[in-house]
């Protein structure tokens, strides 16, 4: 009987996962205002993917994003405290358990029910300039800029509200983001998510939903991030590349063969040549828990 649980809940985290994959890929497609020609033919089989947190971005993004609700007294400092300690443990762990997850994704929905999706949207925009915009990693964005360069599209896939992303991505010329969708109707939140929170599997399902809807050819794809809870992602594309690993994904890698880039260690970063990261073929769980408080006060 107990086995039995365990298969049947399985079999339902992964029905979420599909259904986050592929809601996160739709809304990718809305992107506005595509980056500026390069000059080089354009590539439309080929794409690049890349994580947010501590990949493209110093830290998590959406706790940056909750300091910056918190200083406008959406929740308490403390709230803010107790969210950073669920990073600090993600961290150190590697991996969220199930329940930490589903606990972190009650409070989000929480939070966002009954909200204005544009609310967000403005709020996300003035956080970014005030919080995120000094936090980018210029290697990343040097590596994302060499696949735009060559004609390829780039696409962000975070556990990040899609919201949030995609201002990300738009801040920086990239082509969009997939993230995790919350539900809305009308420009306001429901309270649920279509899916899941877009992490782990969950991104590897949007990464192919994406490459099904543009015509991409997974082979020629390459993906970057730090984190081994990303092995998914990375295992779909013809190139995986790990830039600024935890200790999970630099074991993963070195036993795959898989690039390593490090941006942390202050040593200027070693060029990077366009064949060797396009190649031959070319936290998430307690990710939402700083948006769990509705505005106090």
């Known amino acids: 009987m107990v086995k039995r649980r365990v298969v049947e809940g399985s079999a339902e985290r992964e029905r979420l996962a599909e259904l986050a994959g592929a809601a996160s890929a739709e809304a990718a497609l809305t992107t506005p205002a595509p980056p500026e020609p390069s000059g080089a033919p354009t590539d439309l089989t080929a794409a690049a993917f890349f994580d947010v947190d501590n990949t493209m ?41 199930p329940q930490s997850v589903k606990a972190s994704r009650e409070q989000a929905l929480s939070f966002v029910a009954g909200r204005s999706v544009a609310e967000l949207v403005s709020l996300g925009e003035e956080i970014y300039d005030e919080l995120m915009a000094d936090k980018i990693w210029t290697g990343t964005q040097a590596l994302a800029q060499m696949h735009l360069d060559a004609g390829q599209r780039v696409w962000l896939v975070t556990a990040t509200p899609v919201e949030l992303a995609q201002i990300i991505a738009r801040r920086l010329g990239l082509t969009g983001a997939l993230g995790t969708v919350s539900e809305s109707e009308n420009g306001i939140y429901t309270g649920k998510l279509v899916g899941d929170l877009l992490h782990g599997r969950a991104k590897a399902h949007a990464v192919r939903a994406l490459a099904a809807k543009e015509g991409l050819d997974l082979r020629r794809c390459t993906a970057y991030s730090d984190s081994v809870n990303d092995v998914p992602m990375l295992s779909v594309v013809g190139t995986a590349v790990a830039v600024n690993p935890d200790s999970g994904l630099r074991d993963t890698a070195r036993k795959r063969g898989w690039e390593i880039r490090d941006f942390r260690t202050g040593r200027k970063a070693a060029k990077i040549g366009v064949p060797s990261v396009l190649g031959a073929g070319a936290v998430a769980g307690a990710i939402a828990a700083g948006m769990a408080y509705r505005r106090r006060g």
């Open 57 to 97: 971005m110093m830290g998590a993004s959406i706790f940056h994003f909750a300091r910056g609700l918190a200083a406008r007294k959406y929740f308490k400092n403390s709230d803010l405290m107790g969210f950073a300690w669920q990073q600090i443990k993600f961290r150190v762990g590697g991996r969220e358990d």
